[in-house]
């Protein structure tokens, strides 16, 4: 991978801390919601002009109550080429951190991501997995997929 490839996908990471991004959007009307999103986070207009002259928004999903936020983007110079751009928490009064202290990981924040990959790879309706630790320590996972990253160990 080179240089420019990866300043690339460094900036199109950015993308991922916008809400409100619509299916389809590139271009002058991803430029305006980025500019209103990503301004205050340190992103510079070249940055976002750049983006979204690049970049194609396939699919977002921003409504997590974990925090976890996933955008689906194609390359608009090179089509059928997609970039997956993903954060965790960026909201105050979200705690992944507890989750990452006590459990080794923000848990709900992966099952968000699980999701949010099954709805990208599949058609129709979609089991969505689900994880739940109760206060004794034992495991339990309801309407879950046969994926093993939400499985309990």
Not at 84 to 106: H, Q, Y
Not at 126 to 143: E, I, K, L, M
């Amino acid at each position: 991978m080179d240089v420019s490839r990866v300043t690339q996908a460094a900036f199109a990471s950015q993308i991922s801390y916008a809400t409100g991004l619509q299916s389809g959007m590139s271009g002058t009307a991803l430029q305006a919601r980025l500019e209103t999103e990503l301004r205050a986070k340190g992103v510079s207009l070249s940055q976002q002009i750049e983006l979204a002259e690049h970049y194609r928004v396939v699919h977002q999903n921003d409504d997590s109550e974990t925090g976890f936020s996933g955008v689906l983007l194609e390359d608009l110079s090179n089509p059928g080429s997609y970039t997956l751009s993903l954060r965790g928490s960026d909201s105050p009064g979200l705690n992944p951190d507890a989750s990452n202290a006590v459990m080794g990981a923000a848990t709900n924040q992966i099952v968000d991501l699980v999701n949010f990959y099954l709805r990208l790879t599949h058609s129709g309706p979609v089991n969505q997995c689900r994880y739940s630790r109760t206060v004794d320590g034992a495991c339990t996972n309801r309407n879950r997929t046969d994926i093993s990253a939400v499985g309990c160990e």
